[in-house]
């Protein structure tokens, strides 16, 4: 159907209703008991089937589903993008990620993403006392966009309020293939130094693309640059031999940093963001994981994943911190299963359905692409069960705000506190949901994806994207699967809905990029 825009909308109170806060009333300072350790897991790429205890894909996680049985399980949580930079901003700012018009998927070379006069959790956190620290991965850029990876390197999450970080320089399968602490990348020879180029390669250098013979995982698109490991890389690297990390231990590394962080002697409670690289591409799992899912290094990982997180909360009962720490899981966006190696993740998929009943996936406006694991989880203390109360990354901010003491708030975020503490309650009425800078609405039950040029399947990924000509309106409370688009047959919901999303998102929503998978 076609149905005309509507001109520059100017309702302030439509605005005022939908981003004014919704949650139940902050915890008042004199009713607040000594505040909590905070930690966050993320996963990356972990989709809404791939945890067992959401009782749809195939794979048995028992450590996270302790998480989700002795905690809060949302069925209905979601990431602010079904990318993972875009994800990762808007997690740490309680910003949707489309007002940054930088945030999307960044090569390994992009500046710092966050202002480093921008409020973010552990600044916030850093206010009420906490002591703050990030493990894992980052991808949220770093330095002035001019890196010298040989000095330390600056602005990075030191400067957005994080007293300690130790993480990978951008992801796993871009280059530099380094680990950073507090900004100075780590076991560096001085001798060696690392250069680093996304324009073209270094001479002398391979590639997997000119050196297949050296490759242990071949490309399928995209990585095909700089070889490390025996695994190409996106982006041209030389240099740092010695400070390479091995592709095979970095769980296990993050791990015992994580671990080492939380075992420290302190008076004040510790903010932890702990974000894990499984299951990204490449999918590296040690050895003692190898095979044991059945599916190929995805699943392999995934149990791997799962195992870490285990071993990290016996890390925190065994310290007598478990009892006093709030846990908060989830993932940055759905899955996807060829990312851009030959990893049988395809292939040895069988039965299992890692983004569950839903439609879509990584990179995709339908459910898939956002709608994934979120569990909140305080022993003792949040009461278990399940939810179908929508919430969203962008409201953990307000939430810790709450919890914390803290009077920052952010306008898109909502508190969610109590929810995340078992009590009953509603949660959000709308959201913008992002997905490779196009956006869409829910809003109730109700999703409105507006026309967006584009394939409807991106063939590499095999992901269908939301892409239409056309408007499409799906009834989430009989149709999970959005198999039934009801736009031609619910006019006035889809104006509803259309002018909501507008006077959110402005008329701009229309200004998109195409997805550039390399």
């Known amino acids: ?206 590639t997997g693309k000119d050196n297949p013979e050296m490759l242990k995982m071949k490309w399928h698109h995209g990585h095909n640059n700089s070889i490390v490991n025996g695994i190409p890389r996106i982006g041209f690297m030389k240099g740092g031999k010695k400070a390479q990390w091995v592709d095979e231990d970095m769980a296990d590394h993050f791990l015992e940093k994580a671990k080492a962080y939380v075992k420290k002697d302190r008076d004040e409670p510790f903010f932890l963001y702990y974000a894990l690289q499984q299951p990204h591409v490449p999918r590296t799992p040690h050895p003692r994981f190898e095979g044991k899912s059945g599916m190929g290094p995805r699943g392999d990982v995934i149990l791997e994943a799962d195992w870490c997180i285990g071993e990290f909360i016996k890390t925190l009962e065994e310290e007598g911190l478990l009892e006093n720490t709030l846990i908060i899981f989830s993932s940055d966006n759905g899955p996807v299963l060829n990312d851009g190696y030959y990893d049988d993740a395809e292939e040895l998929v069988g039965d299992h359905t890692p983004a569950g009943p839903l439609r879509g996936g990584k990179y995709s406006l339908f459910e898939a692409g956002t709608r994934v694991p979120f569990i909140s989880y305080w022993k003792g203390k949040a009461l278990p069960g399940t939810t179908d109360a929508m919430v969203s990354q962008i409201d953990i901010f307000n939430s810790l705000a709450a919890i914390s003491g803290s009077q920052e708030r952010t306008k898109d975020g909502k508190d969610f506190s109590q929810l995340f503490l078992g009590s009953d309650g509603e949660g959000r009425d709308a959201l913008v949901l992002e997905a490779t800078t196009r956006t869409a609405y829910r809003k109730g039950d109700w999703v409105l994806i507006p026309p967006y040029k584009g394939p409807a399947v991106n063939k590499f990924v095999n992901i269908e994207m939301g892409n239409d000509s056309d408007f499409q309106l799906y009834d989430l409370s009989t149709d999970l699967e959005q198999q039934n688009n009801l736009a031609e047959e619910n006019p006035e919901k889809l104006k509803e809905l259309l002018e909501e999303f507008i006077a959110i998102r402005g008329e701009d929503f229309v200004d998109t990029k195409g997805l550039e998978l390399k």
């Open 1 to 206: 159907m076609n149905l005309k825009l509507p001109g520059q909308l100017t309702y302030i109170f439509g605005i005022l209703l939908l981003l004014a806060s919704c949650g139940p009333k902050e915890i008042k300072e004199e009713e607040k008991a000594e505040n909590p350790n905070i930690v966050i897991i993320y996963m990356d790429d972990l989709g809404y089937g791939d945890m067992s205890a959401y009782d749809a894909g195939t794979l048995e996680t028992p450590n996270m589903d302790k998480l989700a049985e002795g905690g809060v399980k949302f069925t209905a949580g979601y990431a602010s993008s079904a990318t993972c930079s875009p994800s990762r901003y808007a997690l740490l700012t309680g910003t949707y990620p489309w007002r940054n018009k930088d945030a999307k998927i960044l090569p390994g070379t992009a500046p710092l993403l966050i202002g480093t006069d921008e409020m973010t959790i552990p600044k916030m956190l850093k206010s009420q006392g906490y002591a703050t620290a990030v493990v894992g991965k980052w991808h949220l850029g770093l330095g002035d966009g001019t890196v010298n990876w040989n000095e330390k390197v600056s602005p990075g999450p030191n400067e957005v309020g994080f007293d300690y970080s130790y993480i990978m320089a951008a992801t796993q399968d871009r280059v530099p293939t380094v680990y950073l602490e507090d900004g100075m990348v780590q076991g560096l020879d001085p001798n060696d130094p690392i250069e680093v180029s996304y324009d073209k390669n270094f001479e002398g250098e391979p």
